[in-house]
């Protein structure tokens, strides 16, 4: 079940990045307010899964989810750019947390 839980705070990581890149430097309210209530459950969760599993591997594989994910979703949703480099480089990134959970 942590497992769970600290992947669910990776993709509130990934909410928190684009609401922090959309409340345009907390100008905007409701992004703003986004940003700090995404925060917040990402760090719960993430302290939540502490609980259980071992601090290096949670924070490589709740910062890989949130770093991958924003990547994506920059490229998706933001217009940042998209290349085969980029997907590829990515694709290594999750490769690491499959293998973190699968070997740590």
Same mark, same amino acid.
């Given at each position: ?47 939540? $899964? ?9 924070? =490589? ?9 924003? $990547? ?11 290349? =085969? =480099?980029?997907?590829?480089? @990515?694709?290594? @990134? ?9 070997? =740590?």
């Amino acid at each position: 079940m942590a497992w769970v839980i600290l992947v669910l705070a990776g993709f509130f990581e990934v909410a928190m990045a684009l609401s922090l890149k959309l409340s345009n430097g907390f100008s905007h309210l409701w992004w703003t307010l986004s940003f700090v209530t995404t925060a917040l459950l990402s760090f719960g969760l993430l302290s939540y $899964a502490l609980k259980t599993l071992e601090v290096g591997t949670a924070y =490589a594989v709740w910062t890989g989810v949130g770093a991958a994910g924003t $990547a994506v979703l920059g490229m998706l949703l933001l217009g940042d750019q998209a290349s =085969a =480099a980029r997907l590829f480089f @990515i694709a290594l @990134i999750l490769a690491g947390v499959v293998g973190l959970r699968t070997f =740590a």
